[in-house]
């Protein structure tokens, strides 16, 4: 992309992010994470489980995609008070473009929402405009 057209943006200058791993992102409100083939498959491989024994417990089936399961309180199934992610280093790509998701990122106002509920959102390493490009664009959430 060009310099130029990066200009447009109203994060030109970048936007700071460190993940404090708090999992904020990973718990309370239910919602959805949805999820390719791809991931599951990494998944299960990490976990040294069967895919479709991964599938049939940890995943279901919601507007005609699949998304992660959760507990009861709306956690993540892969949420663990004591360690935190259980699959983090295979975490699919709507957890790994966090925050930087499109409608995080409208408006200074929408950032500023994500910056008031995720304590890692505009505190630590500056992400330059090329990077939230890339995370904005990995993933439709």
């Not at 998701?101 to 950032?111: F, G, R, V």
Request: hydrophobic fraction near 35%; charge should be negative; aromatic fraction near 10%.
């Amino acid at each position: 992309m060009a310099d130029d057209a990066q200009e447009e943006y109203w994060f030109a200058d970048g936007l700071r992010f460190t993940c404090t791993q708090c999992g904020k992102c990973c718990t309370g409100e239910p919602g959805f994470v949805w999820l390719t083939e791809e991931e599951l498959e990494r998944i299960a491989h990490f976990r040294r489980e069967p895919l479709d024994v991964v599938r049939a417990v940890y995943t279901r089936m919601a507007r005609n995609r699949r998304t992660l399961r959760e507990a009861a309180n709306g956690d993540c199934v892969f949420w663990s008070a004591t360690k935190g992610c259980t699959v983090y280093p295979v975490r699919p790509a709507q957890c790994r473009t966090w925050p930087f998701w499109e409608s995080n990122l409208n408006t200074p106002d929408d950032w500023q929402r994500t910056v008031d509920i995720c304590p890692g959102s505009g505190e630590g390493e500056l992400i330059p405009v090329e990077e939230i490009l890339k995370r904005m664009h990995e993933v439709k959430v």
